[in-house]
């Protein structure tokens, strides 16, 4: 098997690549992982790389990208810069494809944006990793339990007595605050800004009451927060899975061999102690997924 190395001439390449349209040289049995810059994209990613590296004898390079949304990892793929990463399905139904309806069965809405992915950009989303990381709400359980707060729409019927938190993009966006109120009703009675590490700290001593989270983020956990139910199915369902170049699938099948093994083997709840063990304990990501894997049976 084949280390990859991180090597900063190749970063330099690659982001150079994002602005010329140039595609550096590569190896013809180099395989290019990314993933976006948040804890459960570098564990996810970190798995594919591990499983990879054991099952393939490919040279799996995984390289960190500055700034790597959705915006930027998407059209790298399209132009070859880059061969997977991990993206979830209401990202790519809203941010990618452009729809505006939401479709609320999570099976069907992945296998319209499979579809398209692969009609449109010759991209294929492989079996998810198992687990959904939607966007939801999260109240104090003490607040949960003293105002019976179980939906959204039991928030919906307190929320004038309610301070609502979140970071700045979640105001913006078209999935997210403003279309949240008008499907709801929600009035809070003051809204607040902040920065995405401060909203666990301000829910937990009292400066807002109900935040933005998504239904995986380990934080849950440390500040015993409750998460409701979006009882009018809002929000899309957010599956999690690899998406590869049909390219890279073609010329290296045992790629998708090697991936498909982690077909639905991850839940929320483990993905949610996954990024505990990043977020809180201060686990290196790398470690974290090998030693999931390991407990799996995947590797040794």
């Not at 009609?119 to 294929?124: A, H, K, Q, S, T």
């Not at 607040?192 to 989270?213: F, R, T």
């Not at 139910?229 to 049909?246: G, H, Q, T």
Request: aromatic letters at 12%; one cysteine or more.
């Amino acid at each position: 098997m084949k280390l990859c190395i991180i090597l900063l001439a190749a970063f330099v390449c690659v982001t150079a690549a994002f602005f010329t349209g140039t595609v550096f040289a590569r190896s013809d049995d180099q395989v290019i992982l990314t993933s976006k810059p948040f804890t459960e994209n570098y564990i996810l990613t970190e798995m594919m790389v591990e499983l990879l590296e054991n099952d393939t004898d490919l040279s799996i390079v995984n390289m960190a990208i500055e700034g790597g949304t959705t915006s930027v990892l998407h059209p790298a793929m399209v132009a070859g810069e880059i061969d997977i990463y991990p993206e979830y399905t209401g990202t790519g139904w809203l941010e990618v494809l452009r729809h505006d309806e939401v479709i609320p069965d999570p099976e069907e809405l992945f296998d319209r944006v499979a579809e398209e992915y692969l009609e449109r950009f010759d991209l294929v989303w492989l079996p998810s990793f198992g687990f959904n990381n939607t966007f939801t709400l999260a109240v104090r359980q003490e607040d949960a339990e003293r105002l019976e707060l179980e939906t959204y729409s039991d928030l919906a019927a307190v929320s004038d007595q309610m301070v609502f938190g979140s970071e700045p993009d979640f105001y913006e966006r078209e999935d997210g605050y403003p279309g949240l109120v008008e499907a709801y009703g929600f009035e809070f009675r003051q809204t607040s800004q902040m920065a995405i590490a401060l909203k666990y700290p301000a829910i937990s001593q009292g400066e807002v009451d109900v935040i933005n989270a998504f239904s995986t983020d380990g934080l849950l956990k440390t500040h015993e927060l409750v998460i409701l139910e979006d009882d009018k199915n809002y929000f899309p369902s957010y599956l999690a899975a690899p998406i590869v170049r049909k390219e890279i699938l073609d010329a290296y099948p045992e790629v998708g061999e090697s991936l498909s093994r982690l077909e639905w083997l991850i839940t929320e709840e483990t993905m949610m102690e996954l990024n505990y063990q990043v977020d809180e304990l201060r686990r290196d990501p790398r470690e974290v997924a090998r030693d999931f894997l390991v407990e799996q049976g995947l590797i040794q």
